[in-house]
Antibody
Framework: QVQLHESGPGLVKPSETLSLTCTVSGDSISTHFWSWIRQPAGKGLEWIGRVYNIGRSTNYNPSLKSRVTMSIDTSKNQFSLNLSSVTAADTAVYFC???????????WGQGTLVTVSS | QSALTQSASVSGSPGQSITISCTGTSSDVGHYNYVSWYQHHPGKAPKVMIYDVSNRPSGVSNRFSGSKSGNTASLTISGLQAEDEADYYCSSYTNSTTVVFGGGTKLTVL
């Protein structure tokens, strides 16, 4: 059974960096690709980006690309998200998900709420 | 990239069929057969119902089906049940090697 679990601070100050980690169990982080997706309150899902172990390659949402960094830690079977210079607009539930193929996300974490506020 | 366009809401009575549409462009929905549909009950993890336009993952009811014509993909739910009430999102691969979601459609079972 593949399981994903997000962890990280629930409160981040404006202009600081949001950092989240997704721990994967039941599958190797070395296979598939791994994504972060967020949902602001009352709004729809927004794809943030994905990371592959092969070549540590990444793809990011163009609207967030200048502020996003994703990485993989194979020793811990985890992948992470850093989003810099956050504002209130970055307040959202953040999900991590396993990707297969080109746009299929077949396993998701339960999501973690991150609030940007001073 | 712009979000795919979905109607904000749709409703139907138990036993009826409904269709949710998802309109993109020739750079995403119209270019690739990589459209997925997700069911999301608030507070829970989204669940994939359809992938690659019309494929159903193991365990998903055959009441759910997907199709595509041009730049528009569709999700049809037949034999509506109360448990189908949820938000539904489409997603598509794009020619920028990114993924874009639709704005979501709220399904109400009357």
């Amino acid at each position: 059974q593949v399981q994903l679990h997000e962890s990280g601070p629930g409160l981040v100050k404006p202009s600081e960096t949001l950092s989240l980690t997704c721990t994967v169990s039941g599958d190797s982080i070395s296979t598939h690709f791994w994504s972060w997706i967020r949902q602001p309150a009352g709004k729809g899902l927004e794809w943030i980006g994905r990371v592959y172990n092969i070549g540590r390659s990444t793809n990011y949402n163009p609207s967030l690309k200048s502020r996003v960094t994703m990485s993989i830690d194979t020793s811990k079977n985890q992948f992470s998200l850093n989003l810099s210079s956050v504002t209130a607009a970055d307040t959202a539930v953040y999900f991590c998900a396993r990707g297969r193929g080109s746009s299929l996300f077949d396993y998701w974490g339960q999501g973690t709420l991150v609030t940007v506020s001073s | 990239q712009s979000a795919l366009t979905q109607s904000a809401s749709v409703s139907g009575s138990p036993g009826q069929s409904i269709t949710i549409s998802c309109t993109g462009t020739s750079s995403d929905v119209g270019h690739y057969n990589y459209v997925s549909w997700y069911q999301h009950h608030p507070g829970k993890a989204p669940k994939v119902m359809i992938y690659d336009v019309s494929n159903r993952p193991s365990g998903v009811s055959n009441r759910f089906s997907g199709s595509k014509s041009g730049n528009t993909a569709s999700l049809t739910i037949s034999g509506l049940q109360a448990e189908d009430e949820a938000d539904y999102y489409c997603s598509s691969y794009t020619n920028s090697t990114t993924v874009v979601f639709g704005g979501g459609t709220k399904l109400t079972v009357l």
